[in-house]
């Protein structure tokens, strides 16, 4: 993904084009000579990279200490690697899941062309109130692991303070609902905002640089479940969708891209999403971002069925809801989102894994009592 596409960079290897500095191609995975890493550089700051995956305990808010092998299932010994199959265990970063109650669950992983894992997600959960946020990290920007995981954690917890155990809950009527999520979905993407802001100025500190020089940066989506209301907010090309059991499944979000302006002006959507530009996008979280204020859409489902929340690693192999919504039912079988999510990762990264992947999943059952 691109913040800025007025001069692109051509692919070697498959002809895409990337924007100045970038590091990977977006297509492809292949690195960029633009892109490569000063040796003489400060060291990024990054994540904890011991080898387990993060798995938290919804009422401890801690990780597993040990993992199964991404490879095998077996178990991955205190040196790093599988005892079954010496194959390395992930890090947290590179694979994680999180599983805040039974009806809630993600995955998100580095996928299969790049080096590190730029996507990231926050879930929280509690009775029939549920909070999904992704946010994808611009590859073109250095840092830009750091930047989505701030931001992801950063709006998570304002929809929580919003929520039916928070400081400032949002209550009322559904039509009072819908304006008080949307108002809270704004706070939200600002916190988020600030979040890249700051990860961008402690970054900046650390290694002696200027913050506007090639900020990190990373686009937001998110969704909120209130008993029978969605409420959806994004900036960037991540996306939301509704997929009910029955009945024609539904794209909340409109992609802030390159590819969605030529979609709206009449060029068909297979054409546009895989054309060289589609992955630009106009609108983004970060220090250079023009603004921060989410885009924001709300439904109340008559029926039961899956909220999906997912960057493009996924969508860019299934974009279409309808065929979407047929994708997570074929995988959501047994009702279990973090079996549905995980699976859903798999098969992009059958696919192909070209960009990082992120599915969060919440089976929303609730139908509609109130509607004023």
Known sequence: MSADDSVLVRCPSCGENAPPRARFCENCGTPLGAGEADPTAPS???????PTVLDLDPSTGEASARRPCAACGGTI????????????????????????????????????????????????????FAALVVCDGVSSAPDSDVASLAASRAARDVLLAYGPEGSSP???????????????????SRAAGQAVRGAAEQLAATKGTNVAEDPPSCTFVAAVVDHDLVVAGWLGDSRVYWLPDAGPAEQLSVDDSWAQEMIAAGVPRAQAETSPQAHAITRW????????DARCAATVPSEPGWLL??????????????????????FAASGDPHTA???????????????????????????VTEQR
């Open 44 to 50: 990024e700051v990054t994540l904890d990279a011991a």
């Open 341 to 367: 999510s995980a699976a859903l990762v798999r098969w992009a990264n059958a696919q192909g894994g070209r960009d990082n992947i992120t599915a969060a999943l919440a089976r929303v059952a609730t139908t």
């Open 77 to 128: 010994a205190d040196d790093g690697y599988c005892a079954e199959c010496g194959a390395p265990g992930q890090s947290e970063r590179d694979h994680f899941e999180e599983r805040p109650a039974g009806w809630v669950a993600g995955v998100c992983d580095r996928g299969v062309r790049h080096a590190r894992n730029e996507d990231a997600m926050a879930l929280a959960a509690s009775g029939t």
């Open 285 to 292: 979280l970060g220090p250079d971002a023009p603004d921060t």
């Open 170 to 188: 949002v209550e009322g009527a559904t039509s009072r609902r819908i304006a008080g999520w949307t108002d809270a979905m704004v706070a939200a």
């Open 309 to 330: 929340v997912c960057s493009d690693g996924l969508w860019n192999y299934c974009s279409d809801a309808h065929e979407m919504g047929d994708l997570v039912r074929r």
